[in-house]
């Protein structure tokens, strides 16, 4: 082997033994850091790029990279620790999507000597944020990208008097520098502070413990808010008690208006829970959040109340997970969001979680959409010449107040300011565009016609509306806005914006152009030089042979291809620079000088316009409270258009639904929709109409085969009500809506999200949840429920609910059900009505189950009393001889089961008891199992072993919940759910 070869070859070894010793340095300073706390991303900032870890590098990998080919395993063990990289950019965007959308939190280590070797075994935690908490990362992570959904931060401090729970909220949006509170009493199933996330559109909770008393009540509302999606942080009491909450409002809030002196402070509870909330934000250490909060009370009643199911069931919001269906139009959001604004898709999320009850506010956002259906022009002239180039006035403001903006932002705002003129132009002009295109013009002496006289008042309500809602704050913001559209003249170049340059106009200050002066002098010495040179190489000054140029290390200088290279060589005047593969470079004495002139120069003048550049963003910042109002009517503008355009861009355009007033009208939807459903590939969706009639249908029973469209029926009708509640348009041919004051829903038992219950527990809960809140004036929609157990406790819980909603609440109900039996609830209750969705079948004597079915998916009135489920299995391709054993089975369990008579016959153990006692008893089967739980875990591992012989470990788990039981038992029977009731429900 030639030395040179061998030398390298070990230099090679050395150099991997070395970096070996230096992972496993790492490895072992890694596996010494503090675990991550659950739901946690930690990232490791290594100066040129950033390092996940172990399973970190694993979910990076997965989530991210969509491979594991991506990851190396650090260390000399056989099993190293795995590890990926991530470029500055890639771990942006992957940090963006842990915090906004699979709800994680994040942690940034850098190392702690600032060293940055692979080996370093000391490091320190340098920025933690959550889903919540955006804060510490806001300015890397969100400077240049849009932040579409809010960060918003729930506390809640739960208290418990006599009995009665009061929950103190607070909350925090801090993109949006807004603190709200709210207090009020609720239910054990803590559904105000449900209804409550859902509205707040809440990512992450702060649980503030206190007492060890209510530990069970407080268990109870955390697995609540995880069932709404809401990431946890639980805080001590006792971590937030420095401080007075009152001092640090003064200090935060806008306005000169005492803290104390408003009426946010009479929610003592909610207070408390705003100091834990300022402190865990780490508010006052910002002095740019000085005088820049709101404070507001959140009113719950304000808006139409969904649970943590109707947000799935109505596939409200994109799957946070990601997992599912990522197709944009999976859900209602992502359906109409087509905001041209951050401003306005952030408003779309929250005006979808936030349904509203005021009539009056519904058909004012109804006219402005129709309005903007009406005129394409005119709508497309909004979006495109206007929208399209509105920034996100709040954050550049929020940038502004921190003193972090720079000279582009004071300039698109500037843009966006020259633009109002026009746009307060085509708002004015948009409605009289439709005067003169209209049939609707009235002729002096004419006798006017109803029609044009209805349509010249309706276009009378939408100029009103434009003009009250838009064009009033538009003007003023315009005027409001001149002077700064002069300063912004006056101090900035904007002649060299072409060039995407962002500097000081040199004239505006006078040491500024005196350095400027200058700066050309250099400029112009430069030039002379470059031509020297040329003259005396004897060649063209055009850059084609003789490149002058300026590099990062040596400033100007020139370059020759080595090929030319030879004319300076043995030259005295020329000073070669470097020899590469790409030419030589090189400079002369009078070059050098110049250059180093030219760096000075630059550097004074950067110098002189950086302490300009403040004083422009300080002036800009006095302007922020106008940004924020015009960011205001911006996301509003852009959120109607936005819902204009998607009702018009529907496979078919929706239409405008007639609310009724609060408490009167009945639902009735003709050729109604699913709207995600419909615009999905390969469907050819079947409309289907929906009455629910006040005293005559307002219950409807859904009966039918498997998979053929019940669910999808019921579920789309809720989402029509929500979208008409929202001002939307809506996917009907005609649609009449009363004014719901909440959503509820209670869908499959799979997805259901509480942990550690049975399914028929889970089931319980969330249905007594239902009939604690429902209202008459309540949209309740159940599907399949009692599925997750057997068929007897299944229907008896089904018929008791159906029945209470039916007789005693008065809610519009819709209910799905595979139980053929509870169609005989029609027959009690006047009201109740019966639905079922049709299916074709024709006898085929070549099939398995002798019957060809169609699912047609049209629903129809009346019961269905087939059972199509195996049909349906044989559609879906099930194996032959599954379909003809679930035949077999079907066959004897037909002969075996015997048809209820009469409804009291079918009804169950439960039917007879109030919803308060059904309330009661899950509540303590729930209790009960928890105490059987918690025992079984508590025996021995080796409890099987010790057990007698013959009785295995479930025997004695069994043995355990005989004796729990007895402990129960007569609390049970107190509350009406006797022994005989539990034997047949359980
Ligand atoms: N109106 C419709 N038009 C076209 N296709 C439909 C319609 N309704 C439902 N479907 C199709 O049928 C599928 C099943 O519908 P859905 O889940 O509503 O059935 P289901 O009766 O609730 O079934 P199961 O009883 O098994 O829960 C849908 O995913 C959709 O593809």
Redesign the pocket.
């Known amino acids: 082997m030639p030395a040179l070869q061998y030398s390298k070859e070990k230099k090679d070894k050395e150099q991997e033994q070395k970096d070996k010793a230096e992972e496993d340095r790492f490895v072992k300073a890694f596996a010494k850091l503090p675990a991550r706390p659950a739901g946690t991303i930690r990232l490791f900032d290594r100066s040129e790029f950033y390092c996940a870890y172990g399973e970190d590098a694993f979910f990076v990998a997965n989530h991210h990279y969509k491979t594991q080919t991506v990851l190396k395993y650090l260390g000399s063990n056989e099993d190293g620790l795995p590890s990926v990289t991530l470029s500055h950019a890639v771990a942006q965007a992957f940090l963006r999507d842990a915090l906004t959308t699979k709800q994680l939190r994040v942690e940034i280590w850098e190392p702690e000597s600032g060293g940055v070797g692979r080996g370093s075994t000391k490091w320190k935690l340098v920025k933690a944020a959550s889903p919540g908490n955006l804060g510490p990362v806001e300015d890397l992570l969100f400077t240049y990208t849009d932040l579409l959904a809010s960060p918003v931060l729930v506390a809640i401090r739960l208290q418990v008097k006599d009995n009665v729970k009061t929950i103190g909220v607070a909350f925090a949006d801090t993109s949006m520098q807004e603190l709200g509170v709210s207090e009020y009493v609720d239910n054990e199933l803590f559904s105000n502070t449900e209804a409550l996330l859902i509205q707040l559109g809440a990512k992450e909770c702060l649980v503030i413990e206190q007492d060890k008393a209510h530990e069970y009540d407080l268990n109870k509302l955390k697995t609540l808010i995880e069932r709404c999606g809401v990431v946890i942080t639980e805080r001590k009491k006792s971590e937030f008690t420095s401080g007075s909450v009152e001092q640090d409002l003064n200090r935060l809030l806008r306005g000169s208006l005492q803290a104390a002196s408003r009426p946010e402070f009479d929610h003592k509870i909610a207070m408390s829970a705003v100091a834990a909330l300022i402190s865990y934000l780490a508010l006052m250490q910002d002095s740019s959040n000085f005088g820049a909060y709101a404070l507001r009370t959140h009113d719950l009643s304000m808006y139409m109340r969904l649970d943590a199911s109707a947000l799935r069931a109505l596939n409200l919001m994109p799957d946070p997970t990601g997992l599912g269906n990522s197709s944009k139009t999976m859900s209602v959001f992502g359906l109409l969001n087509r905001c041209k604004t951050a401003q306005g898709t952030r408003l779309l999320a929250m005006w979808l979680k936030q349904p509203l009850v005021n009539r009056h506010v519904i058909l004012q956002r109804q006219d402005l959409v129709e309005c903007l259906v009406e005129s394409q022009e005119f709508r497309q002239a909004i979006t495109d010449d206007f929208l399209k180039s509105m920034p996100d006035f709040h954050r550049i403001s929020k940038r502004f107040q921190k003193g972090a903006a720079s000279l582009e932002d004071v300039v698109r705002v500037y843009q966006a300011v020259l633009l109002l003129p026009g746009l307060v132009t085509v708002l004015e002009r948009g409605v009289e565009v439709e005067d003169e295109d209209g049939d609707a013009e009235m002729q002096d002496g004419e006798q006017v016609e109803n029609g044009a006289e209805k349509e010249e008042s309706r276009e009378k309500r939408w100029k009103g509306l434009i003009e009250e809602l838009w064009l009033q704050h538009l003007r003023t913001h315009n005027e409001s806005l001149l002077p700064y559209q002069e300063m912004v003249e006056t101090t900035i170049d904007l002649s060299e914006l072409d060039r995407h340059n962002f500097v000081i106009k040199p004239d505006f200050d006078k040491s500024l152009a005196a350095i400027r002066e200058k700066l050309e002098a250099v400029r112009d010495g430069l030039n002379e030089e470059h031509e020297e040179v040329a003259r005396d190489l004897g060649m063209e000054p055009d850059g084609k042979v003789l490149h002058f140029e300026q590099t990062t290390l040596y400033g100007y200088c020139f370059r020759l291809t080595r090929k030319e290279s030879a004319v300076i060589r043995n030259k005295k005047n020329y000073i070669e620079l470097k020899n590469q593969t790409n030419g030589m470079y090189f400079t002369t004495k009078a070059l050098k000088q110049l250059n180093d002139e030219y760096r000075d120069c630059t550097k004074e003048y950067e110098k002189k316009q950086s302490q300009l550049v403040k004083e422009v963003i300080q002036i800009a910042s006095s302007y922020c409270e106008v940004l924020e109002t015009l960011n205001t009517v911006i996301a509003h503008i852009d959120v109607i258009t936005s819902i204009a355009t998607s009702s018009l861009n529907a496979p078919i355009p929706y239409t405008k639904p007639t609310i009724f007033e609060r408490g009167g009208g009945s639902l009735k939807l003709e050729e109604a929709?699913?709207p995600c459903?419909?615009v999905?590939e390969g469907?050819?969706?079947?409309?289907?109409d929906c009455h629910l009639e006040r005293d005559v249908s307002e219950f409807s029973i859904?009966t039918?085969?498997?998979?053929?469209?019940?669910?999808?029926?019921?579920?789309?009708t809720a989402v029509v009500a929500l979208l008409a509640q929202i001002g939307s348009f809506v996917p009907c041919s005609f649609a009449e809506i009363p004014i719901f004051d909440s959503i509820l829903c209670r869908v499959?038992a799979g997805d259901s999200q509480l942990k550690g219950v049975s399914t028929f527990m889970a089931e319980m809960l969330e249905t007594s949840a239902i009939l604690r809140q429902a209202t008459r004036d309540s949209l309740v929609i159940i599907?399949?429920l009692g599925r997750g157990t057997s068929t007897y406790d299944g229907f008896g819980l089904a018929w008791a609910i159906s029945e209470h909603l039916s007789t005693v609440t008065r809610a519009s109900v819709l209910f799905?059900t595979?139980f053929h039996e509870l169609t005989a609830l029609a027959n009690q209750v006047p009201h109740v009505k019966n639905l079922h969705?049709v299916a074709h079948v024709e006898s085929n004597p070549d099939t398995l189950t002798g019957k060809d079915i169609t699912?047609l998916?049209?629903?129809m009135p009346g019961i269905c009393d087939q059972s199509f489920?195996i049909h349906?299995a044989q559609l879906a391709n099930f194996p032959d001889e599954v379909v003809k054993l679930a035949k077999r089975k079907a066959d004897d369990l037909e002969d075996f089961t015997e048809k209820p008579e009469s409804a009291d016959a079918a009804e169950p153990a439960i039917a007879h008891l109030s919803p308060e006692a059904i309330a009661e008893g899950t509540a303590l089967v729930e209790a009960f199992l928890e105490t059987w739980a918690s025992r079984t875990a508590e025996l021995p591992a080796a409890a099987a072993d010790e057990a007698p012989a013959g009785e295995t470990r479930e025997d004695v788990e069994l043995k355990e919940l005989v004796r729990c039981f007895e402990e129960y038992q007569s609390k049970f029977e107190g509350s009406g759910w006797t022994r005989e009731v539990l034997a047949k429900t359980y």
């Open positions: 929709r699913h459903l419909e999905q469907i050819d969706f079947i409309a289907n859904i039918g085969p498997n998979a053929g469209g019940k669910s999808v029926f019921i579920r789309q499959g599907d399949e799905a595979h969705v699912l998916y049209k629903v489920g349906v």
